[in-house]
């Protein structure tokens, strides 16, 4: 049996390469449409994609800008709100919407990716982002604490900002997962003879007090089909390693090769995590497909030229064939990685060419894990977990 891996992709806007609005495939008038996010979510739903992550901002300039490229796609739609939408027009995918730590209040969010995991039957998921950029920063007006970057050493553990944003951003997590589960899933009992609709011993206050927020009160929606929703990550290095091993149920890792993705695994499986419950890692990859390596590269050629500069990315980037993103992956999949998340360059072109000529080559070569669940939790293989207060008042 060859190793299999799960496929997810990574939806922004006209595409991760800032000139994909001007490719003649891109669609530029219509990427505030939701029918635009519609069809790319079915395209995913259809090529039996695990998930589907959907970029966020709070701020005109990307991160990492200080202000708004005229060159670069501006303004997107709110996340949640698109994965909302998508979720009663998909059948299978899961639908990961992007969330900052550092301005929502954590109550919104659980609330909001609970829904969301009621409208899609089982399919929802977050990805947390964190620190405030000081563009974010300045929308809001309520804290002073920016984050304009990494240190000059771009370690995490040199920064006492970098680090309480990270705390900031625990505390966070750990709200979400208290207010998840401060329904147990027989609280609602719609005894009609008795007009008694709620038993409220089974809906728990969470009482959480930390150095970041205060929450007292239980969850305004009840428990969602998978109890608790995906939390995912993006992780470049130790710290945020242990964060998402502390916190997600995936990460997303950027290893410049298959090598480097075997000890980056190393080093999430040395990091504490609660017993029983496995960190998927996803490896991150950006590609641009086209039918000869040197078409993609000649597609990527005019992209840079029309941006001015290179492609950069944190993730590698991968600019060739269908074979040439399929070797690629397998090559992670061999290192230990339990998925991968492809960022199309260009969409829908890239998108496109994922679904119609990589997924059924993976598929060929039986290198594709699509288990068979209703849920997205199922489908990664996690266990649905049991309420926190329910296992409590069970042993109390």
Same mark, same amino acid.
Do not use: C
């Given at each position: ?15 991760w ?8 495939s ?14 790319l979510?079915?395209t995913?739903d ?11 901002a709070l701020?005109?300039?990307?991160r ?6 005229p ?8 996340? /949640?709100?698109v ?13 990961? +919407?992007?969330?900052t730590t550092?301005h ?10 609970q ?10 998921g977050? &990805?947390l ?13 309520? &804290? ?8 000059a050493s771009? @370690?995490?553990e ?8 990270f ?5 966070f ?8 589960? #401060? ?10 003879a008795?007009?008694?609709y709620? $038993?409220? $011993?089974? /809906?728990?206050?969470i ?6 927020f ?13 109890? &608790?929703p995906?939390?995912?990550?993006? !992780?470049?290095?130790? %710290?945020?390693? @242990?964060? !998402?091993?502390?916190?997600?149920d995936?990460v997303?890792?950027? +290893? ?8 980056? &695994? ?5 990091a ?5 419950? +496995?960190?998927?890692?996803f ?5 641009? /497909?086209?039918? #000869?390596r040197?078409?993609?590269?000649? !597609?990527k050629?005019?992209l ?36 991968v ?16 000529? %990589?997924v059924? @080559?993976?598929?060929?070569?039986d ?11 199922? @489908?990664?293989?996690? +266990?649905?977990?049991?309420s ?9």
């Amino acid at each position: 049996m060859p190793e299999q891996v799960h496929v997810a992709v990574a939806l922004e806007g006209a595409g991760w390469h800032p000139a994909a609005w001007r490719d003649p495939s891109a669609r530029p008038r219509e990427l505030v449409s939701p029918a635009y996010w519609r069809e790319l979510l079915r395209t995913a739903d259809d090529a039996a994609i695990a998930f589907a992550t959907v970029e966020d901002a709070l701020s005109l300039p990307v991160r990492g800008e200080a202000e708004p490229a005229p060159g670069h796609v501006g303004g997107r739609l709110d996340a /949640v709100l698109v994965a909302s939408f998508a979720a009663p027009l998909t059948r299978r995918i899961g639908l990961i +919407p992007t969330v900052t730590t550092a301005h929502p209040e954590p109550f919104h969010v659980a609330t909001g990716v609970q829904t969301l995991d009621h409208a899609s039957r089982g399919r929802a998921g977050v &990805r947390l982002v964190v620190g405030a950029p000081p563009a974010e920063v300045a929308n809001f007006g309520r &804290r002073s604490d920016a984050i304009s970057g990494l240190p000059a050493s771009g @370690r995490v553990e040199d920064s006492p900002e970098v680090l309480a944003a990270f705390r900031e951003a625990g505390e966070f997590a750990d709200v979400l997962g208290r207010l998840w589960d #401060s329904w147990q899933d027989d609280a609602i009992v719609r005894d009609v003879a008795t007009g008694r609709y709620l $038993d409220a $011993d089974r /809906v728990h206050r969470i009482d959480f007090e930390g150095e970041f927020f205060s929450v007292t009160g239980a969850s305004i929606v009840p428990r969602s089909p998978q109890g &608790r929703p995906i939390v995912t990550a993006l !992780a470049h290095q130790s %710290v945020p390693y @242990r964060f !998402a091993a502390e916190h997600a149920d995936v990460v997303f890792v950027t +290893p410049r090769s298959a090598a480097d993705a075997a000890g980056i &695994r190393t080093e999430l499986d040395a990091a504490p995590r609660a017993a029983g419950t +496995p960190l998927r890692v996803f490896a991150d990859l950006l590609v641009l /497909v086209e039918e #000869s390596r040197s078409e993609a590269r000649a !597609a990527k050629a005019r992209l840079d030229a029309l941006a001015g500069a290179p492609l950069a990315s944190d993730a590698r980037i991968v600019a060739g064939t269908p074979d040439d993103v399929v070797e690629e992956i397998r090559a992670l999949a061999a290192a230990g990685v339990d998925g991968v998340r492809l960022r199309p360059a260009r969409l829908p072109r890239d998108l496109l060419a994922i679904a119609e000529r %990589v997924v059924p @080559r993976l598929n060929a070569a039986d290198a594709l894990l699509d288990a068979a669940a209703d849920t997205l939790r199922g @489908r990664l293989g996690l +266990p649905r977990p049991e309420s926190r207060y329910a296992r409590e008042k069970a042993l109390s």
